[in-house]
């Protein structure tokens, strides 16, 4: 039986006010929860505050994810954060691969295969992101285009390593834009997904956690988490509020 997760990705969002005030709305908001493992996903600069708040009594059943992180360990990367300094601040989960990387940062699936490794080698869970734009989906390549970027990663660091890493389908027409997949959709490419790696590891196919992200909200949540491969979901726009993302979370309880 595989744990629900709901992670929020705030991206580029908050003050150190907000930050305080989104863990302890939602810690508080989930905390009778029981099934549903949450993680919330701040910027770089407010991690250390995020690991603080959630190593609290009252948000201590929170999981903490990082939104990016460089390959290498350390040295002359100006600007740059690492996985070690990640692991040093208590973060659990690193979003790696998310469209906005690869889209505006020109992460290649080399350096997203990168980064995924370098999360692991410091004991951290990856949460891969991976999704067809809408033109490959208009020419019926969704399952493709998914499964390429599955294979540069598991190519790189071999089909075992999704074993403690998490996967989330986060179709690029519907990130940010209020078009979600139906279930249908998403469904399908999550049971795609499964299917492919049953090919290789059976056990892994069947404990990997597939997340769908793109528009998830309070109204779509429950739908999207009742089919059978949609173990949860990454979360944009809906984690910064507090009573939405809760609902949600509950929908995946
Ligand atoms: C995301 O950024 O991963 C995401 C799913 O965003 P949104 O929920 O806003 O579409």
């Not at 939104?67 to 040093?88: D, H, I, K, R, W």
């Not at 999704?162 to 997949?181: D, F, M, N």
């Not at 279930?183 to 290789?200: F, G, P, Y």
Request: contains cysteine; hydrophobic residues 45%; charged residues 20%.
């Amino acid at each position: 039986m595989r744990r629900k997760l709901v992670v929020g990705n705030w991206k580029m969002h908050g003050s150190r006010t907000q930050v305080r005030q989104l863990i302890e709305g939602v810690a508080a908001g989930s905390v009778d929860l029981k099934k549903v493992e949450i993680a919330v996903a701040p910027t770089l600069l407010h991690i250390a505050l995020a690991a603080e708040l959630c190593a609290s009594e009252d948000a201590g059943h929170l999981k903490l994810a990082a939104q990016n992180l460089v390959a290498e360990p350390a040295g002359a990367f100006t600007g740059e954060v690492s996985a070690p300094m990640l692991a040093e601040y208590g973060v659990n989960y690193v979003i790696v691969g998310h469209c906005e990387r690869r889209g505006i940062f020109a992460e290649t699936d080399q350096v997203v295969a990168a980064k995924f490794k370098a999360t692991q080698a410091s004991g951290l869970i990856p949460i891969l992101c991976i999704g067809e734009s809408l033109a490959q989906r208009e020419a019926g390549t969704s399952a493709e285009v998914v499964l390429e970027q599955l294979n540069a990663v598991t190519d790189a660091v071999g089909i075992e390593s999704l074993q403690s890493a998490v996967l989330a389908y986060e179709p690029i027409w519907a990130i940010g834009t209020g078009k979600t997949a139906s279930k249908e959709q998403a469904q399908e490419i999550h049971r795609v997904l499964r299917e492919h790696i049953a090919k290789s590891n059976t056990a892994v196919a069947q404990s990997i956690r597939i997340l769908y992200g793109g528009s998830v909200n309070a109204a779509n949540a429950t739908e999207l988490f009742s089919q059978v491969d949609i173990d949860g979901g990454l979360v944009g726009g809906a984690s910064l509020k507090v009573e939405e993302f809760v609902s949600i979370c509950k929908s995946a309880d």
